[in-house]
């Protein structure tokens, strides 16, 4: 697992701003929608959130309270009192161009090592699934705004949230690139959700049973 991470400090709050009503998970609301931009090998990360919310029992011994928070995923981000959100958006641009680097550098990587190996090392090796994610953390107050559909402003300060990016290389990408906007202090925090996601979907008993949710290599 990698994260490709950019910073960004402020002495005005980063606004998300979100048009959608529904709150999901922090997975289910900005990481899933990298699972089907790229390669296979982000597939791990649906496995496990999928499997989680099957196993109960087991995630208690890998909690995730941070992943486990409820957001809207929003359409746009820009620093408060700013007339325009373009510099940031460039910054966010730049995550993704750097996520993208660090993945085919991995891909190609694996390829060329598959290809050195014997026939069943080669098979117990493509069973291995890499996973980055891009994130950004802002030193600064982080805070999501929805309008409802009585006019209202719901203003809401989050320690973590997402973003929905458009790509225009990834023609296939319907729903937008997620971004997570991480608060500086969460960085600690945010890691251990993502170690403990990680051995969560090590344990062998899920592993043998949902190894078939896959696609083959």
């Known amino acids: 697992m990698k994260l490709v991470i950019e910073c960004k400090k402020s002495s005005n709050a980063f606004v998300v701003l ?5 709150e999901k ?12 931009t790229g390669s296979r090998d982000h597939l791990l ?22 992943l486990d928070t409820k957001i809207r ?21 730049g995550l993704v161009k750097a996520y993208d680097y660090e ?26 699934y890499y996973v980055c994610l891009p994130v950004l953390v802002v030193d600064a107050p982080l805070v ?14 989050r320690d973590i949230i997402g973003v929905a990016v458009r790509l225009p290389w990834q023609l ?8 997570t906007i991480l608060a500086k202090n969460k960085i600690t925090e945010f890691a251990n959700d993502m170690i403990n996601l990680i051995k969560l979907m090590a344990e062998p008993q899920i592993i043998d049973k949902h190894w078939k949710l896959l696609p083959p290599p």
């Open 18 to 22: 979100c048009d959608k009503s529904d």
């Open 25 to 36: 998970p922090v997975p289910e609301s900005v990481i899933f929608k990298n699972l089907w």
């Open 45 to 66: 990360l649906f496995a496990a959130v999928l499997v989680k919310k099957q196993f109960q029992e087991i995630s208690q011994s890998y909690p995730t309270n941070l």
């Open 73 to 93: 995923c929003g359409y746009t981000l820009l620093q408060a009192h700013q007339k325009s959100d373009s510099n940031i958006y460039s910054d966010i641009y």
């Open 103 to 128: 993945v085919q550098k991995e891909l190609k990587f694996r390829k060329k090592m598959l290809k050195s190996k014997s026939k069943r090392d080669r098979k117990e090796e493509k069973k291995a």
């Open 144 to 157: 999501e705004v929805f309008l409802k559909d009585t006019g209202d402003l719901e203003v809401n300060e």
């Open 172 to 179: 296939k990408d319907e729903d937008g690139f997620g971004i």
